[in-house]
């Protein structure tokens, strides 16, 4: 199995609906999040958590809220979901360490999100 | 700008060839991540550096700190290297709360 887990692995709705993409780890680290990627612009942040009671905002968090149900659980909601949103979503997580920057990333799989 | 450019941004070559990818960032770093996706999207890190050379198989990591640069070498290109490289830096600011910040990545092709 593998250790950061995605679900759905790909999703197509329509403008205005609620999604909400889940992230699970067996990997016991503290620190999780969440990225989008889009052609030609690299991965960017969306909200981080460095454990279940705090909870950040990253480069591009508008549009989008998370919740840390528990330290292996981390899920990344669209409340009203819009075109520019469609992307290809990635979950990550890491082990504490000096700053978040400093531990290497493990990421999921990928969902890949079409919003019509 | 953006603050970690890469280059190149496509990159075709035939197997057995020495590889060379840049990676320049205009910002502090606490660290430098290289990061490989595969064409089934994803991704895996490939090293972690903050000061000088790291090697695994038959790939190497380099980082130059006073000229803010990094090079990801690939020795005896194989066509199962195809994939893209992406470099990701943590900056400084905010005791490295800022996350990863990524390049666009460098698309490579190995022929057979």
């Known amino acids: 199995d593998a250790d950061v887990t995605q679900t759905p692995r790909n999703r197509i709705t329509k403008t205005g609906k609620r999604i909400m993409l889940e992230c699970s780890q067996t990997?016991?680290?503290?620190?999780m999040y969440w990225y989008r990627q889009d052609p030609g612009l690299g991965l960017r942040l969306i909200y981080y958590?460095?454990?279940?009671?705090?909870?950040n905002k990253g480069e591009i968090s508008d549009g989008y809220s998370v919740s840390r149900q528990a330290q292996a659980k981390f899920s990344l909601s669209l409340e009203s979901a819009i075109p520019n949103q469609t992307a290809l979503y990635f979950c990550?997580?890491?082990?504490?360490?000096?700053?978040?920057?400093?531990?290497?990333?493990?990421f999921g799989d990928g969902t890949r999100l079409s919003i019509l | 700008k953006n603050e970690v450019e890469q280059s190149p941004q496509n990159l075709t070559a035939q197997e057995g060839e020495f590889i060379t990818i840049n990676c320049s960032y205009s910002?502090?770093?606490?660290?430098l991540h290289w990061l490989q996706q595969h064409p089934g999207g994803g991704i895996v890190s490939l090293f972690m550096?903050?000061?000088g050379k790291k090697k695994h198989g038959r790939l190497i990591a380099t980082i130059n700190i006073q000229e803010k640069h990094s090079s990801l070498h690939i020795t005896a290109s194989h066509p199962r290297d195809s994939a893209v490289y992406i470099c990701?830096?943590?900056?400084?600011?905010?005791?490295?709360?800022?996350?990863?910040?990524f390049g666009k990545g460098t698309h490579l092709i190995i022929q057979p």
């Open positions: 958590s460095f454990d279940v009671k705090d909870i």
């Open positions: 990997k016991g680290h503290d620190r």
């Open positions: 990550a997580t890491s082990d504490s360490g000096q700053g978040i920057s400093n531990q290497p990333q493990h």
């Open positions: 550096l903050s000061s």
């Open positions: 910002v502090g770093i606490s660290a």
């Open positions: 990701a830096v943590g900056k400084l600011s905010g005791g490295g709360a800022d996350g990863l910040t």
